[in-house]
């Protein structure tokens, strides 16, 4: 290149039109060397299969699955197990897959390449699309078949499992639950049994028992201040009638006492009566355990048996059983007065014994009363912790009957499946290598061999072609111009070379752009 001279287009097409060979040339050789390139390069295929997830067919609403993950999730999860090593090399071995490189190469190598040929694309909606590539276009198809079937079995057995696996979870918790439930049930019930009365929910039994039992002391306490009072007139009527004295003949002699209220003379039957007399007036003033009264009731029992024995042995006469009236009714009422008292004696025992009874069971209700708010923080602990243990048993057997029935469904496979949509296909062309493309680079990056070839040549060049390069460049006026001077034989010569030169290259540019023609059409 001159320095400082300035290039026109013409100088351009003159450069082109002098370097020609060296756009053409290399152009033409790089563009055959690339086609023929991929003109060998084996044929990739590809074959694909659509496969949709259909919703389980019994509605959400009425059973609900136990396998919540996204479907990436799960696609991704299933990939996994499908594409691990022991699932690929079964398939290689089936289909006889990469032979050559099993030849030379090691297993897993192998293994991975096939990794790297399947692909597997969720499409938009629910529906993911799984590819194979290869050489074979049947080949390559029987995989795909055999690649979208263990998807779809894959997911009905890990749907399975993960139902099974709920199942059986929820089935140990219940047990774990009904285990510890029947325990603080057991609790609860010795609890019970141990204070029985005692439980707040016995409180307002308890009460109103308590109130009952109040109400029937009152009225026993009542009956018997009415019965101690009857009794007491009893007394006075019995005094009375005891000292009352009925005239049936001769006063008998007084005679002189014995120092318990008897007299020493007179018939037994006489002697009783005394007796009689002043064992009420003694009773009236000691206890019936005092040892008097106890000494007077022997000596009366004593004249009772001698009084008794006399009248059998008296010989029956008027005489002797003519009483009169006004001692007849004296005796009568003396006897009904006495019998009176002696029922009214039993009958304020018997209510002194009830009352007793009475104030023991109302003594008793009230210590239950006392203790039902500590028996109530006792059961409001063990009630606690057993309302929880029964609210966990309720909802996991209500999750367990659930989970139950999802597992049911997918045993029956009516859940959530996999479903070939658009099942795997013989490719008719190869999906790569493109080779229009490749053809399309060579040429291109060949033009560029050639324009940087010109652009190298051009810059090395620093002859003059014309006298306007030498006035612009060394700024000296051309005198003369000389030509070149050639002999015709010389001139014929160079006119050979330069055919045969041309002819030459023209036919590599030729059979260069034939091969890469050929290509094309292909």
């Known amino acids: 290149m001159l320095p400082g001279k300035v290039y026109k287009p013409e100088d351009f097409l003159q450069i082109l039109r002098r370097r020609i060979w060296l756009l053409l040339v290399p152009f033409s050789i790089v563009s055959a060397a690339t086609a023929t390139y991929s003109r060998y390069l084996p044929d990739i295929f590809r074959s694909d299969t659509l496969i949709l997830v259909v919703p389980q067919r019994v509605p959400e609403s009425y ?3 136990t396998v919540t993950t996204r479907i990436e999730d799960r696609l991704q999860s299933i990939a996994q197990q499908i594409l691990s090593r022991t699932r690929l090399e079964r398939i290689i071995q089936d289909f006889n897959l990469y ?3 099993r030849r030379t190469g090691i297993m897993e190598d192998i293994v991975e390449g096939m990794r790297r040929d399947i692909n597997i694309q969720v499409v938009k909606g629910d529906a993911f699309r799984v590819s194979y590539t290869g050489d ?5 198809m029987r995989v795909t078949d055999r690649l979208a079937s263990l998807f779809i079995e894959e997911n009905l057995r890990d749907r399975e499992v993960l139902a099974e696996g709920t199942n059986q979870f929820l089935e140990a918790q219940l047990e774990d639950s ?3 439930l029947v325990e603080t049930e057991k609790k609860l019930e010795a609890y019970r049994k141990q204070y029985a009365g005692q439980l707040p929910s016995q409180l307002d039994s308890n009460l109103q028992v308590v109130s009952n039992t109040q109400l029937q002391i009152r009225a026993v306490v009542e009956s018997m201040n009415r019965d101690r009072d009857r009794h007491l007139m009893l007394e006075r009527q019995l005094a009375e009638l005891e000292n009352a004295v009925v005239e049936t003949g001769p006063p008998p002699v007084a005679p002189a006492g014995n120092g318990d209220g008897t007299t020493g003379g007179g018939s037994p039957a006489q002697q009783l009566e005394q007796a009689k007399v002043a ?6 003033r000691l206890k019936s355990d005092h040892p008097d009264v106890l000494r007077l009731k022997r000596i009366v029992a004593n004249l009772q048996a001698k009084a008794d024995a006399e009248a059998a042995d008296a010989p029956v006469s008027p005489d002797n059983v003519r009483v009169p009236p006004v001692e007849m009714l004296r005796r009568k009422r003396l006897a009904d007065v006495r019998a009176e008292f002696e029922q009214l004696n039993k009958q304020i025992a018997s209510e002194q014994a009830e009352e007793k009874r009475l104030r023991r069971i109302a003594a008793g209700y009230q ?8 028996r109530e923080s006792e059961m409001i602990e063990l009630t606690r912790d057993y309302t929880t243990l029964q609210t966990q048993y309720t909802n996991l057997l209500q999750k367990k009957e659930e989970s139950q029935i999802s597992a049911n469904l997918e045993r029956r496979q009516i859940g959530e499946q996999f479903k070939l949509l658009d099942p795997a296909r013989l490719p008719e062309r190869p999906t790569s290598p493109n080779r229009q493309q490749i053809n399309t680079f060579g040429m291109i ?5 050639g324009i940087g070839l010109i652009v190298l040549v051009e810059l090395r060049d620093t002859s003059f072609k014309t006298d306007e390069d030498l006035v612009s460049v060394l700024s000296l006026p051309v005198l003369a111009v000389v030509p070149l001077m050639q002999s015709n034989a010389e001139r014929r010569r160079s006119f050979k070379l330069r055919l045969v030169l041309n002819l030459g290259l023209g036919a590599t540019v030729a059979a260069c752009l034939a091969v890469v023609a050929y290509t094309f059409v292909r």
């Open 178 to 180: 009904r285990r510890r």
């Open 99 to 101: 032979t050559e490189a």
């Open 367 to 374: 210590q239950r009363v006392e203790l039902a708010p500590t």
């Open 136 to 140: 074979n276009p049947r080949t390559v």
């Open 63 to 65: 059973v609900r699955s």
């Open 279 to 284: 064992l009420t007036q003694l009773q009236l």
């Open 445 to 449: 990056f060949g033009l560029g061999i």
